[in-house]
């Protein structure tokens, strides 16, 4: 009997309640230009029958939860069942483009120092439609202690070895992604191919309770490693935290927890993006001038596109 040997990439997607968008997810998979690769549904304690979506093709895997852990343990069951030497992630609403894991791949397979890539995308919201192409950085760390901007549930690959070292943390009830970065690019670096390879829709709006906490848990993680660039920029980032939990708690418009948080983020550091205090005052009065500066500027700037 002839051997057959591991994949080169292991495709994790992370699953709970979405058999009816999994079908275009997977699609997106199989019409990949590069095709030496497993898929591992990572089946996060549905009540769907996920299990029908194994006919789809044979290197098809599913890995059930009996219960519910959320998203962070689905990513780290697949990442330990993987067999590829690439770990390739995909949200289970998102699509990649047919040269997604062809262009990733290769651009990995010449530069093995680099040990996690990410790419463009283009992201659909019930306002309007982008193409975002992060920028690449020579301080990664300095970067994402900033925010995050990469999409990395749909577009990242990495190298299975240096996630292995690096779990999401079961923990965060929002944000595991970012909470990587931060730990991932300590060690690591990253490099953003600058093509849109992936199709990111938006899910549904976490509650500010949600947002809330996993801000002050990311702050006790790392409040300190924002310090490591001196007192502004590390002033900087956790105001930006303070910003973003009252951004939320303004939208459900609970404007005692908003005022509060805001109070503390202006007391850190003011000089925090223009859009955030424009949004906090459209949920006060009740406009959408935001969003009409964001279409605006998509039309401008031509990246008001129809994705493929």
């Known amino acids: 009997m002839e051997r057959r040997l591991p994949p080169i990439v292991s495709v994790i997607i992370p699953t709970y309640n979405r058999l009816d968008l999994l079908p275009v997810t997977i699609n997106s998979v199989l019409r990949?230009?590069?095709?030496?690769?497993?898929?591992?549904?990572?089946?996060?304690?549905?009540?769907?029958?996920?299990?029908?979506?194994?006919?789809?093709?044979?290197?098809?895997?599913?890995?059930?939860?009996?219960?519910?852990?959320?998203?962070?343990?689905?990513?780290?069951?697949?990442?330990?069942?993987?067999?590829?030497?690439?770990?390739?992630?995909?949200?289970?609403?998102?699509?990649?483009?047919?040269?997604?894991?062809?262009?990733?791949?290769?651009?990995m397979q010449n530069h093995p120092e680099i040990k996690a890539t990410s790419t463009g995308y283009y992201y659909l919201t019930e306002e309007s439609r982008s193409c975002d192409i992060p920028a690449n950085h020579q301080d990664w760390f300095r970067h994402f202690a900033k925010g995050m901007d990469l999409a990395p549930g749909s577009t990242l690959v990495a190298h299975r070895n240096c996630m292995l070292e690096f779990p999401y943390d079961i923990k965060l009830p929002r944000m595991p992604d970012w909470d990587w970065a931060i730990r991932f690019s300590l060690k690591y670096s990253f490099y953003v191919i600058q093509k849109p390879l992936a199709i990111i829709h938006r899910g549904a709006r976490p509650l500010a309770s949600t947002v809330e906490i996993a801000n002050l848990m990311i702050l006790d993680k790392h409040e300190q490693d924002f310090y490591r660039y001196g007192r502004f920029f590390g002033s900087f980032c956790v105001g930006k935290r303070f910003l973003e939990i009252a951004v939320h708690h303004f939208r459900e418009k609970n404007r005692s927890k908003g005022f509060y948080y805001l109070w503390k983020s202006v007391k850190k550091n003011p000089f925090q993006r223009p859009g955030m205090y424009l949004r906090i005052i459209d949920y006060l009065l009740g406009t959408s001038f935001l969003v009409m500066l964001k279409r605006l500027h998509e039309r401008l700037s031509g990246r008001n596109v129809d994705h493929p």
């Open 32 to 107: 990949q230009t590069f095709q030496d690769f497993e898929i591992l549904i990572v089946d996060d304690g549905s009540t769907d029958p996920i299990h029908t979506l194994k006919t789809l093709d044979p290197r098809i895997g599913i890995v059930r939860h009996t219960t519910n852990l959320g998203e962070s343990s689905a990513r780290n069951t697949g990442i330990q069942s993987a067999s590829g030497k690439y770990i390739a992630f995909l949200d289970s609403d998102d699509e990649w483009l047919p040269d997604k894991l062809s262009i990733q791949i290769e651009w």
